[in-house]
């Protein structure tokens, strides 16, 4: 098991008589870039609360590295490296890039409960945040307001925040959702350049950007993992074309 | 408002936290009443008490985006812990400041449990039955707290056996002032600290807070107790410098009051308490003098004006003129 950075075994979650998440097992080995596709209402960003703890499993254990952390709250989960984005945009509206992902680099340091030292003392601290909007193509408007930031910014910057707690197992919800298509080649261009230490977890409607950038796909329908393999295997599977291929692909949708 | 220019990101958060030229300004007009209106010194003073507790408040509703409604019960534990170690012999001011604040620093720490649990509407009938509670309980324990005629026989020594406290409120309003200034220094540093970075956090996106690692609750309590503990020097204060304290000072009205003088200046802005408390108490003192009976009707006027008019408070106002000027605020 040690070899697997993320695990789920057996996770079931229902909301009254609604199936969320069936028997669900995944194993996410260490390093690998991982799509998580499926259709509307199939499961995918259930999955991902429940697996940083925004939600609890009804049954079923989930493993980061060795450690069970099923009964884990999600600050606690973050600090051992399990970290996500959101779908829609939830960042902080009135504090700037720079304060955003400073705030984050703080916590992890675990010295964002010091009141009587001012900020400006924390010098690699907003180095290192500065840094991190660098490498996202951020930093000339790390002093603008989240709110002011383009669309496509805010959606970099929700992977900065991610990055700047230092995961070592990162879940992306949509990461491009409502981005412009040129826009998220080079949204995914970013996530393609992250750490090979960093295993990714991607949930993502257009197949031209899973084949590019996923060297695993897993299917899930209505709760279920329907599928898992490499993309060839995806698209030749003749269940998947069934239930998703077949469908408009590529059209963004909100699952 | 020189964020055009690409500042390097040290530059650009010691920008932050510079004194502005309008702060300066602001304390040295706090000296006024001294020099100009000696006759509105006792009122001076009230002020200052009363900015001091908004001041807290900002720090967790401003600042944090933890809504209360009661948050006189920790003003009120204040004034009573202050009051009752005069009564009982001990009339030393500074001491008194320092009993209220543990007193009041203790029952919001432990009440603070509760409140980081919560948001929004929830929060604000916890705080709202907090208060009520607090109060009947006061008015219940009459032996303790004089009840309904109030806390008898209160007598605060000089400072320092130096600075008697007179009349007319010289020594009144320079203490309650220096209390005032000394705790905003220290609000204004944990404002502009990591923490205080954390907190608006919490306040601009409380959900998202523990995706990025944070113990949010950790830090709701530590803020909530720190506000408690400035409410509660507040109340002592008050004790101190009239010699009195009575059930009032538990009320509800107190804290709606206070959430009006806050919202009245502007939210989360360290100055929009000092400010807000100064217009509401001066209008009021001036409403009351023009018309006794229904001087509630022009404050209930000012409150929707200032609010329709500008809809973040004083403050708000001001730094949207400061800006639309280019004067540098």
């Known amino acids: ?255 | 408002m020189t964020a055009a220019t690409v500042a390097g990101p040290h530059q650009y958060m010691a920008e932050q936290m510079r004194w502005r030229w309008s702060e300066i300004a602001f304390w040295l007009a706090t000296l006024l009443p001294f020099l100009v209106a000696p006759s509105y010194l006792v009122l001076a003073n009230q002020v200052a008490i009363t900015a001091l507790f908004a001041l807290s408040l900002d720090l967790i509703l401003g600042f944090s985006g933890i809504v209360s409604l009661g948050h006189a019960a920790y003003f009120g534990v204040g004034a009573y812990a202050a009051g009752l170690a005069s009564k009982w012999g001990w009339g030393e001011p500074l001491s008194g400041l320092l009993i209220a604040a543990l007193a009041a620093g203790l029952l919001g720490y432990v009440t603070s449990f509760v409140i980081a649990r919560f948001r929004h509407l929830a929060l604000i009938m916890i705080t709202l039955g907090l208060g009520l509670l607090l109060q009947e309980a006061a008015n219940s324990a009459s032996w303790l707290t004089g009840g309904f005629d109030g806390l008898q026989g209160i007598h605060t020594w000089s400072i320092f056996g130096e600075f008697h406290f007179d009349l007319y409120g010289y020594t009144a309003y320079g203490y309650s002032l220096s209390a005032l200034f000394l705790i905003f220094l220290i609000a204004r540093r944990l404002i502009y600290s990591p923490f205080g970075l954390a907190l608006r956090g919490i306040r601009e996106n409380g959900q998202r807070m523990p995706a990025i690692g944070a113990a949010t609750r950790e830090h709701i309590r530590t803020i909530y107790t720190i506000a408690a503990i400035i409410a509660g020097v507040a109340g002592a204060l008050l004790a101190e410098t009239t010699e009195t304290v009575s059930l009032e000072v538990l009320g509800f009205q107190r804290s709606a009051d206070v959430l009006v003088m806050l919202i009245l200046g502007g939210t989360g802005r360290l100055y929009g308490g000092l400010i807000g408390a100064a217009v509401y108490m001066v209008a009021r003192d001036q409403f009351s003098g023009l018309n006794p009976q229904y001087w509630y009707f022009w404050i209930g006027l000012l409150l929707i004006a200032v609010v329709m008019i500008l809809p973040n408070g004083i403050l708000g106002g001001l730094s949207l003129l400061a800006r639309r000027l280019k004067v540098p605020s």
């Not at chain 1, 596709?37 to 254990?61: E, F, Q, S, V």
């Not at chain 1, 924390?122 to 930031?149: C, G, N």
Request: one cysteine or more; charged letters at 20%.
């Open chain 1, 1 to 255: 098991m040690s070899e697997n950075a993320l695990a789920a075994r057996g996770v079931n979650k229902s909301f009254g008589s609604l199936v969320v998440a069936a028997d669900v097992e995944i194993n996410l080995p260490q390093g690998v870039r991982y799509a998580l596709i499926g259709p509307n209402g199939a499961g995918k960003t259930t999955l991902i609360n429940l697996m940083t703890g925004m939600l609890r499993p009804d049954a079923g254990h989930i493993f980061l590295g060795d450690e069970d952390i099923t009964a884990l709250p999600p600050e606690q989960r973050v600090w051992r490296g399990l970290v996500r984005t959101f779908q829609i945009n939830s960042l902080f509206p009135h504090l700037t890039a720079l304060e955003s992902v400073t705030l984050a680099v703080c916590e992890r340091r675990r010295v964002a409960r010091t009141w009587w030292r001012p900020l400006t003392a924390y010098r690699s601290e907003v180095d290192e945040a500065y840094e991190i909007l660098s490498s996202l193509m951020l930093a000339p408007v790390s002093h603008r307001l989240t709110r002011e930031l383009a669309y496509g910014q805010q959606r970099l910057l929700e992977i900065a925040l991610a990055l700047a707690t230092r995961p070592k197992v990162l879940l992306l919800d949509e990461p491009a959702a409502g981005v412009p298509r040129d826009e998220s080649q080079e949204l995914f261009t970013a996530i393609a350049g992250l750490s090979r230490d960093i295993t990714v977890l991607f949930i993502e409607h257009d197949m031209e950007l899973v084949f590019r950038f996923a060297s695993r796909v897993i299917v899930m329908v209505g709760g279920r993992v329907l599928v898992e393999g490499t993309p060839q295997e995806i698209a030749s599977d003749p269940q998947v074309r069934a239930v998703y291929l077949g469908k408009a692909t590529g059209k963004a949708d909100h699952g």
